[in-house]
């Protein structure tokens, strides 16, 4: 019988857990600070610009993609038949990994940051190299995941292993795309165009497939039931592999860009149904006839609701790439809503169903508390409902007044508006959803902290004070 050894798993997903919540705390610091108390704390390195970076740096690197690695390092092992490739080169890339994020992300209020959204990292921060160390870090790691599969025991390889081999490949393309390829092109909407290939393919070719190896692995894990069909699975993940990369420009509609481009970002965008409906379908399906389990399991049901955000994300991708709609919701809050569904109501509700599997299967004893783990799938979702429409219904709202705050059929009548209506009234009339924002955060913040607290209890506590825990 193979033995697993689960070290390299817990290197990458304790610490990924605390700087979930870690990541969350700034980003209720910011909701509050810089759009419901403007400035109630201020100074040179508390502001909304010194601190949004770190932030995003949290949540997407040190949490996101950190928790999804080492998903994949309990699960390719295990679909492999074969311990993990190298023991000691996932030690490496963990040291690398967390003292050059940890150093990076940390020193973006000191401005070391480029500004590049999501692409922060700075090459250097004193005499530490930081960029080139995580870079090192994920070589080592995708090729430690690849030689894992290539040297497996079972030929025939399921959808999860197709999409762990996909993200290692477009994960690394993503990346030396956005930390140094942006860089390489002439400065202009060239620039800003590879950034957005960057911007959105950090979602669709590194966070998806991710996400849904992790999903196609823990949901028949969790259910006890086969997946619903291979290959729908393969239709899903060969459309992904397809279509994906061509949508980054559908931000930058309008844009001082070629039309061709715009319209084939637009296309391809619409194409994205297929893919999506292919993962939804199965994913639901699988629980046919077995939905009880939805209600005996907050693990399932983080899968399945992630399931159904992942639904509602692409159709308002979709949705904001046609032209017409781009109109009114380009860079408002109805972008910041759309990354906010992905990244946390499918793709961070996907690897908690994954942790929630994992932690005692690697610690070797019961979860410390189902009762804590049903609270943070409630509180988690009762959070989400106000954020996420405050910021579709407060984004588009915002969109539309901006198209209309400066109508007129002269100029004498449009500067005349303009007079009559300030810009700055526009902004103030997002108080209200950006309060109702700042309150789905705080819900959301408890409820990862009880999170954090029911994983630390299951790894520190002895297992007969976890047995008594679970009877209360």
Same mark, same amino acid.
């Given at each position: 019988?193979?033995?697993?050894?689960?070290?390299?798993?817990?290197?990458?997903?304790?610490?990924?857990?605390?700087?979930?919540?870690?990541?969350?705390?700034?980003?209720?610091?910011?909701?509050?600070?810089?759009?419901?108390?403007?400035?109630?704390?201020?100074?040179?390195?508390?502001?909304?610009?010194?601190?949004?970076?770190?932030? %995003? &740096?949290? *949540?997407?690197?040190?949490?996101? !993609?950190? #928790?999804?690695?080492?998903? $994949?390092?309990? =699960?390719?092992?295990?679909?492999?038949?074969?311990?993990?490739?190298?023991?000691?080169?996932?030690?490496?890339?963990?040291?690398?990994?967390?003292?050059?994020?940890?150093?990076?992300?940390?020193?973006?209020?000191?401005?070391?940051?480029?500004?590049?959204?999501?692409?922060?990292?700075?090459?250097?921060?004193?005499?530490?190299?930081?960029?080139?160390?995580?870079?090192?870090?994920?070589?080592?790691?995708?090729?430690?995941?690849?030689?894992?599969?290539?040297?497996?025991?079972?030929?025939?390889?399921?959808?999860?292993?197709?999409?762990?081999?996909?993200?290692?490949?477009?994960?690394?393309?993503?990346?030396?795309?956005?930390?140094?390829?942006?860089?390489?092109?002439?400065?202009?909407?060239?620039?800003?165009?590879?950034?957005?290939?960057?911007?959105?393919?950090? %979602? &669709?070719? *590194?966070?998806?497939?991710?996400? !849904?190896? #992790?999903?196609?692995?823990? $949901?028949?894990? =969790?259910?006890?039931?086969?997946?619903?069909?291979?290959?729908?699975?393969?239709?899903?993940?060969?459309?992904?592999?397809?279509?994906?990369?061509?949508?980054?420009?559908?931000?930058?509609?309008?844009?001082?860009?070629?039309?061709?481009?715009?319209?084939?970002?637009?296309?391809?965008?619409?194409?994205?149904?297929?893919?999506?409906?292919?993962?939804?379908?199965?994913?639901?399906?699988?629980?046919?006839?077995?939905?009880?389990?939805?209600?005996?399991?907050?693990?399932?049901?983080?899968?399945?609701?992630?399931?159904?955000?992942?639904?509602?994300?692409?159709?308002?991708?979709?949705?904001?790439?046609?032209?017409?709609?781009?109109?009114?919701?380009?860079?408002?809050?109805?972008?910041?809503?759309?990354?906010?569904?992905?990244?946390?109501?499918?793709?961070?509700?996907?690897?908690?169903?994954?942790?929630?599997?994992?932690?005692?299967?690697?610690?070797?004893?019961?979860?410390?508390?189902?009762?804590?783990?049903?609270?943070?799938?409630?509180?988690?979702?009762?959070?989400?409902?106000?954020?996420?429409?405050?910021?579709?219904?407060?984004?588009?709202?915002?969109?539309?007044?901006?198209?209309?705050?400066?109508?007129?059929?002269?100029?004498?009548?449009?500067?005349?508006?303009?007079?009559?209506?300030?810009?700055?009234?526009?902004?103030?009339?997002?108080?209200?959803?950006?309060?109702?924002?700042?309150?789905?955060?705080?819900?959301?913040?408890?409820?990862?902290?009880?999170?954090?607290?029911?994983?630390?209890?299951?790894?520190?506590?002895?297992?007969?004070?976890?047995?008594?825990?679970?009877?209360?």
């Amino acid at each position: 019988m193979v033995k697993f050894e689960d070290t390299p798993v817990k290197l990458m997903l304790y610490p990924s857990i605390l700087f979930l919540v870690f990541g969350m705390i700034f980003g209720v610091y910011i909701a509050f600070n810089t759009f419901v108390f403007p400035d109630y704390f201020s100074g040179e390195y508390v502001h909304f610009g010194r601190v949004r970076p770190v932030h %995003v &740096g949290s *949540v997407t690197l040190l949490w996101l !993609l950190s #928790a999804n690695v080492a998903l $994949l390092y309990f =699960l390719v092992p295990r679909l492999c038949g074969v311990p993990l490739w190298s023991l000691r080169m996932a030690y490496i890339s963990s040291a690398l990994w967390w003292t050059s994020l940890i150093i990076g992300v940390c020193s973006y209020p000191w401005g070391t940051n480029f500004g590049w959204e999501y692409a922060e990292l700075p090459d250097w921060v004193s005499h530490i190299p930081v960029k080139f160390m995580t870079t090192i870090a994920w070589i080592l790691i995708a090729v430690n995941i690849f030689m894992t599969i290539i040297v497996r025991k079972y030929q025939k390889m399921y959808v999860s292993l197709w999409y762990a081999m996909g993200t290692m490949i477009w994960t690394t393309f993503t990346y030396i795309t956005g930390s140094y390829g942006v860089n390489w092109v002439p400065e202009g909407i060239s620039r800003v165009n590879v950034s957005f290939f960057y911007v959105h393919n950090l %979602v &669709g070719l *590194v966070y998806t497939p991710m996400g !849904l190896a #992790a999903a196609y692995y823990f $949901l028949p894990k =969790l259910s006890n039931q086969p997946i619903y069909s291979h290959r729908l699975s393969m239709i899903g993940f060969w459309s992904i592999a397809f279509v994906y990369a061509w949508v980054g420009a559908h931000h930058i509609i309008h844009g001082p860009m070629s039309q061709w481009l715009q319209t084939t970002a637009i296309i391809f965008s619409l194409w994205l149904i297929i893919p999506v409906w292919a993962v939804v379908l199965n994913l639901f399906a699988t629980l046919k006839g077995q939905w009880q389990q939805y209600y005996q399991s907050p693990a399932i049901r983080f899968l399945m609701m992630g399931n159904l955000f992942y639904l509602l994300t692409t159709i308002q991708g979709t949705l904001m790439a046609l032209r017409n709609v781009n109109e009114i919701t380009s860079k408002t809050d109805w972008i910041i809503g759309h990354s906010h569904i992905s990244l946390f109501a499918t793709f961070t509700f996907f690897a908690i169903a994954g942790i929630y599997y994992v932690i005692p299967v690697i610690t070797k004893k019961p979860l410390w508390s189902p009762v804590l783990a049903e609270w943070h799938f409630n509180l988690s979702l009762l959070g989400s409902v106000p954020f996420l429409l405050a910021l579709w219904v407060g984004g588009f709202w915002q969109g539309m007044l901006w198209a209309t705050w400066a109508n007129g059929t002269s100029y004498a009548e449009f500067h005349n508006n303009l007079t009559l209506l300030p810009f700055i009234e526009t902004i103030s009339d997002m108080r209200p959803f950006w309060i109702l924002r700042g309150i789905g955060g705080l819900i959301i913040l408890l409820a990862n902290m009880i999170f954090l607290v029911n994983i630390f209890n299951t790894i520190v506590l002895r297992p007969d004070h976890q047995e008594i825990r679970a009877q209360i």
